[in-house]
């Protein structure tokens, strides 16, 4: 039934939101690093990169994400689809965990954290300050925020680090069931999450050519 509701929410006019990224160029301190990238996620698909530390799947994330402009090439996916989750789990230390996740609904214009509590085994930590969490449970709670965002792309940047083995399985369910409800995920990890319908880019092939920089190669700080 769940899945049902969540893949009504991804839907608009009949047809199932996308991402479609093409011939995208990205750069990190002014310097280049990924050209020519390329590849769409439908509805319940996952795509996961990978390459070398540094080759630039940090970048092409924020850039995805909107965080940083892309140098060419083109991102196309509807207006308010994306949710990004990265090395910042994204929280009010002073607030409670319930709070916290009450905090980001509110700004989604969701309703209800009561899920995110249950999927993440946070309900016993409801009313705990995030401040006083462990780095896990801090990271479980940042990742639950994506469940309370309502938005069917999710992009994720080493969502499993800090996380236990019980934990990464735990993520790996609730990130199946957005798949299975119509939501989309792009995920940088070298963990293996088992999810349907992944598929695997590998960015070693896209590195942009540094000749104009004068350098053959790049400081691993700018990934």
Not at 165 to 172: P, R
Not at 180 to 205: N, R, Y
Request: aromatic share 4%.
């Amino acid at each position: 039934m769940q899945d049902e509701v969540l893949l009504r929410h991804f839907v608009t006019k009949g047809r199932i939101l996308g991402l479609s990224v093409t011939n995208l160029a990205c750069a990190r301190g002014g310097i280049p690093l990924l050209e020519g990238v390329g590849f769409s996620l439908e509805a319940g698909q996952a795509l996961v990169l990978r390459g070398p530390n540094g080759c630039g799947k940090t970048t092409l994330l924020r850039t995805i994400a909107g965080l940083q402009p892309a140098q060419a090439g083109d991102i196309t996916c509807p207006a308010d689809s994306i949710a990004y989750a990265a090395h910042a789990d994204g929280l009010k230390t002073t607030l409670s965990v319930a709070e916290n996740l009450s905090f980001w609904a509110a700004i989604y214009g969701t309703k209800g954290i009561e899920d995110a509590l249950d999927k993440m085994n946070l309900r016993p930590l409801a009313g705990r300050a995030a401040q006083n969490l462990s780095a896990g449970q801090k990271r479980r709670l940042g990742l639950a925020r994506l469940m309370v965002t309502g938005r069917p792309i999710w992009v994720l940047d080493e969502p499993t680090v800090s996380l236990d083995t019980v934990s990464v399985a735990l993520f790996a369910d609730v990130v199946r069931a957005h798949l299975a409800g119509g939501g989309m995920a792009l995920i940088a990890t070298h963990i293996d999450l088992g999810l349907p319908e992944v598929g695997v880019l590998d960015l070693t092939p896209f590195k942009a050519s540094l000749d104009s920089t004068g350098s053959g190669h790049f400081d691993e700080a700018f990934l």
